[in-house]
């Protein structure tokens, strides 16, 4: 295998330190950064992290002195902006480097929860009935959408803003959920039917060739009956409550007949509706009578050695060091001019 000179773009907060010694690096919150650049250095590649804020001139500079075979792509946001996030890919390919992920049109379609319904809708794929609520509009429900709903936001992501309190059960609880997307998320809301059903997710790699890895599902072992079981901000990202409520992810086991074929088809159909390349996960909810619905697509997913997108190609025969390894491939692969 050929050694590479990666460079990996990452938020600047989340550098990890050169030496980790007396740290936990499993809680670190740069851990996703550390298994990247620590693996890409195992293979054999010559790694080079760069901390990224609000300064695209640095990714320019840092091209110009390492003279990267590509670019590995960590940025969630741009100046703490999640919808810049396609910008800094479209930079790269203005510089004509390679870089690992998702193209900026896919980004831009995927992110924009709306957009991507309405391709979605277009392209005759199952999700639940929906509406977006702009920030200073007049709220008017649509008939189509009866309770219960969801409210999130409309283009964070990490399930930011999403709590129990999400699902309402009558117009004045829907209100007063907009208007806390409004004012403290600061971004338009969008409302969904609520699916009570299974949370399940679905990674898919590729570019035109595409690659769907086991379907994984998010367990509730120990919540109590009456609460619904939706991945809260709570529910993904703190330890203490997951460990409360045996919340975990696995393998879907116990599906209807046919329901994992199914379910693998419907992913290609929603990757490539949406122009996606390099890696996705999609977010589906299965239903008591096993009926599927798309809730969203997430280009460049969480990629830790243990979160579910590699969990789930690890189960597929992929190890991590293969799937960054692909990862990077496919980066290679990709052409601009050729692909748009």
Same mark, same amino acid.
């Given at each position: 295998?050929?050694?590479?000179?990666?460079?990996?773009?990452?938020?600047?907060?989340?550098?990890?330190?050169?030496?980790?010694?007396?740290?936990?690096?499993?809680?670190?919150?740069?851990?996703?950064?550390?298994?990247?650049?620590?693996?890409?250095?195992?293979?054999? #590649?010559?790694?080079?992290?760069?901390?990224?804020?609000?300064?695209?001139?640095?990714?320019?500079?840092?091209?110009?002195?390492?003279?990267?075979?590509?670019?590995?792509?960590?940025?969630?946001?741009?100046?703490?902006?999640?919808?810049?996030?396609?910008?800094?890919?479209?930079?790269?390919?203005?510089?004509?480097?390679?870089?690992?992920?998702?193209?900026?049109?896919?980004?831009?379609?995927?992110?924009?929860?709306?957009?991507?319904?309405?391709?979605?809708?277009?392209?005759?794929?199952?999700?639940?009935?929906?509406?977006?609520?702009?920030?200073?509009?007049?709220?008017? /429900?649509?008939?189509?959408?009866?309770?219960?709903?969801?409210?999130?936001?409309?283009?964070?992501?990490?399930?930011?803003?999403?709590?129990?309190?999400?699902?309402?059960?009558?117009?004045?609880?829907?209100?007063?959920?907009?208007?806390?997307? #409004?004012?403290?998320?600061?971004?338009?809301?969008?409302?969904?039917?609520?699916?009570?059903?299974?949370?399940?997710?679905?990674?898919?790699?590729?570019?035109?060739?595409?690659? /769907?890895?086991?379907?994984?599902?998010?367990?509730?072992?120990?919540?109590?009956?009456?609460?619904?079981?939706?991945?809260?901000?709570?529910?993904?990202?703190?330890?203490?409550?997951?460990?409360?409520?045996?919340?975990?992810?696995?393998?879907?086991?116990?599906?209807?007949?046919?329901?994992?074929?199914?379910?693998?088809?419907?992913?290609?159909?929603?990757?490539?509706?949406?122009?996606?390349?390099?890696?996705?996960?999609?977010?589906?909810?299965?239903?008591?009578?096993?009926?599927?619905?798309?809730?969203?697509?997430?280009?460049?997913?969480?990629?830790?050695?243990?979160?579910?997108?590699?969990?789930?190609?690890?189960?597929?025969?992929?190890?991590?060091?293969?799937?960054?390894?692909?990862?990077?491939?496919?980066?290679?692969?990709?052409?601009?001019?050729?692909?748009?």
């Amino acid at each position: 295998m050929k050694t590479l000179k990666i460079l990996v773009l990452m938020h600047k907060q989340l550098v990890p330190p050169e030496d980790t010694s007396g740290i936990d690096t499993q809680k670190a919150d740069w851990k996703t950064e550390f298994d990247v650049v620590t693996t890409l250095r195992k293979i054999g #590649h010559e790694v080079e992290p760069l901390g990224v804020e609000t300064d695209l001139g640095i990714i320019r500079s840092a091209i110009d002195a390492f003279k990267p075979h590509i670019v590995f792509n960590m940025l969630e946001a741009f100046h703490n902006v999640a919808i810049f996030e396609p910008n800094v890919v479209s930079y790269l390919e203005l510089l004509k480097i390679p870089y690992t992920g998702c193209n900026p049109r896919g980004l831009l379609l995927a992110k924009d929860k709306g957009i991507s319904k309405k391709l979605m809708a277009y392209h005759r794929i199952p999700m639940p009935e929906f509406a977006v609520f702009r920030r200073g509009q007049k709220i008017r /429900v649509p008939k189509a959408l009866t309770f219960p709903m969801i409210v999130k936001s409309l283009t964070e992501e990490a399930s930011v803003g999403i709590s129990q309190a999400s699902v309402v059960e009558d117009e004045q609880k829907l209100r007063e959920r907009i208007a806390f997307i #409004h004012e403290s998320i600061c971004t338009d809301a969008l409302v969904e039917q609520f699916i009570d059903g299974r949370e399940l997710y679905v990674g898919v790699m590729g570019n035109q060739r595409l690659r /769907v890895f086991p379907v994984w599902e998010m367990q509730f072992t120990k919540m109590p009956d009456d609460v619904h079981r939706i991945a809260t901000e709570r529910v993904k990202w703190n330890p203490k409550y997951q460990e409360k409520y045996g919340i975990q992810t696995a393998e879907l086991k116990d599906a209807p007949d046919g329901a994992g074929d199914r379910i693998r088809h419907l992913c290609k159909r929603v990757y490539r509706s949406l122009e996606l390349s390099g890696y996705a996960r999609i977010d589906l909810r299965l239903d008591k009578d096993g009926k599927i619905y798309v809730l969203e697509a997430n280009p460049n997913p969480q990629i830790a050695q243990d979160e579910d997108f590699a969990e789930s190609a690890k189960q597929a025969g992929m190890p991590y060091t293969d799937l960054l390894q692909q990862i990077i491939t496919l980066g290679l692969q990709w052409r601009p001019e050729s692909n748009g």
